[in-house]
């Protein structure tokens, strides 16, 4: 596999790739994802259709109601003033009625119940007199045909309802229920691997020695993974030896689609995951003009694809949105997504220079008039604060207070 030609945006590093060049490798080496599996309706949800879905009925399935009312044939309605008719009988849903229409009658019906034999038109019953003696009195206002539902007006026996590919909402749950599937056949899921890299890392519930931190990648990995519906595979932390991790990566490349990593992808003295990388598969990209995130590998090996993810904690949101979600979601479905672009009022002025994509954390709010306006964080303010990034693109040299700019919404907020 070769390397792309690498585009030189950036005054910081000349041969840093810019974000959308970066994520165009990752669409070109990624092969989406074939096998299929049949899962029960309710674990369709959120997975994507492995065939088209084809109605094996009609829906709804009989002639019935559109409203409550009186079932009649059109051909006994007055053409003028009005006439009286005797209730014979009733029709409501699921209970259809076993008497066939007579001349001069009516049958009572009920929105959705089964127009009985002979008949073709529903008055409504707001249109009706109900006299003292129980018959009822009908003007010249009504017309042959109205307020019924035919066989096949929803969804016709044979139509294709959705198609393969396509991604089954809450809605589409609904629908393939209403064509009393109980199965569906669907693509299976990514399986995405991740470990953290790194000697300071200790995991919850060790002691803690002098310079160790705590493993927190782990556990923004996992749920940034949680919200993508793929299966989750926590390989847990890699000390940071080139056969430690050379061990690791052969082992997450037997389990796994995709393997993320965090940590040791700078150029220190510890950090072996691209050299590891290259010494068994390919690596396509090194530096990213972007900040955060700019070390950043993406590779192959044996079968999955790896993204070493920089170790500090906003770095690895930051790419995990950029680079890992867009490459999961064109793994899970075989179609790139279009980027919903949302813009907010900048609360404040933010000074930059041209060159490279900046990713800064930040709060959206909606205001009275129900505009949406942006602040940053603060540098000393959590992570958690934030509920989405401002991005600002490679050209832009900044920031006015009042200016319109692009938000990347973090996951739940829309
Ligand atoms: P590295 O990319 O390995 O040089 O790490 C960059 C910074 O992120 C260092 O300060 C690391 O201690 C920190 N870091 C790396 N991995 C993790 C992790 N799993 N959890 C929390 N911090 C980390
Ligand atoms: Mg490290």
């Known amino acids: 596999m070769t ?32 096998g299929s599996v049949k899962v029960a309706l309710r674990d369709a949800l959120n997975q ?20 409550d009312g009186y079932a009649l044939a059109g051909a006994d309605l007055p053409s003028e003033n009005t006439k009286a008719y005797h209730v014979a009988g009733a029709s409501f849903a699921g209970v259809p009625s076993d008497q066939s229409y007579q001349q001069g009658s009516v049958i009572r019906i009920m929105t959705g119940g089964v127009m009985p034999q002979g008949t073709d ?7 009706v007199d109900v006299l003292d003696d129980g018959t009822i009195k009908i003007d010249a206002k009504q017309h042959t045909g109205q307020n019924v539902r035919h066989p096949g007006e929803d969804i016709q026996k044979g139509a294709t309802v959705l198609n393969k590919g396509h991604r089954i909402s809450a809605a589409d749950l609904g629908i ?67 056969e430690e991790i050379e061990k690791a ?51 192959t090996y044996h079968n999955s694809w790896f993204f070493g993810l920089p170790g500090n904690p906003v770095a690895v ?17 075989g179609s790139i997504k279009p980027t919903l672009t949302i813009k907010a009022s900048s609360q404040q002025a933010i000074k930059k220079r041209p060159g ?16 949406l306006e942006v602040k940053l964080t603060g540098n000393l303010m959590s992570m958690s604060l ?23 919404p973090f996951n739940n907020l829309i």
């Open 3 to 34: 390397n792309r030609p690498t585009s030189c945006l950036d005054p910081f590093e000349a041969d840093a790739i810019s974000v959308a060049d970066a994520r165009q490798i990752i669409f070109d080496q990624i092969t989406p994802i074939q």
């Open 48 to 67: 994507y259709l492995a065939e088209d879905l084809v109605s094996p009925i009609n829906v709804p399935p009989h002639v019935n109601a559109a409203m």
């Open 121 to 127: 038109s529903v008055v409504p019953q707001e249109l």
């Open 176 to 242: 393939i229920a209403s064509l009393g599937k109980g199965e569906v056949k669907v693509l299976r899921r990514p399986r995405v691997a991740f470990f953290s890299t790194g000697d300071e890392l200790k995991s919850i519930g060790e002691t803690l020695n002098e310079g160790d931190i705590y493993d927190s990648n782990r556990y923004t990995l996992f749920a940034l993974l949680k919200n993508l519906d793929v299966e989750i595979i926590d390989l847990g932390v890699i000390r940071d030896t080139q």
């Open 249 to 299: 990566f052969i082992a997450a490349a037997e389990l796994a689609d995709i393997v993320i990593t965090s940590g040791g992808v700078s150029v220190g003295e510890a950090d072996f995951i691209k050299p590891t990388l290259k010494k068994l598969g390919d690596t396509h990209f090194w530096k990213i003009a972007m900040k955060p995130g700019r070390p950043l590998t993406f590779g």
């Open 317 to 333: 949101m930051v790419t995990f949105m950029q680079f890992v979600q867009p490459a999961v979601n064109y793994l899970a479905s």
């Open 356 to 371: 490279r994509t900046e990713y800064i954390r930040a709060i959206v709010a909606q205001t009275d008039n129900g505009e």
């Open 386 to 408: 934030a509920n989405c990034f401002i991005h600002l693109s490679s050209e832009s040299g900044g920031v006015e207070s009042g200016d319109l700019v692009e938000i990347v």
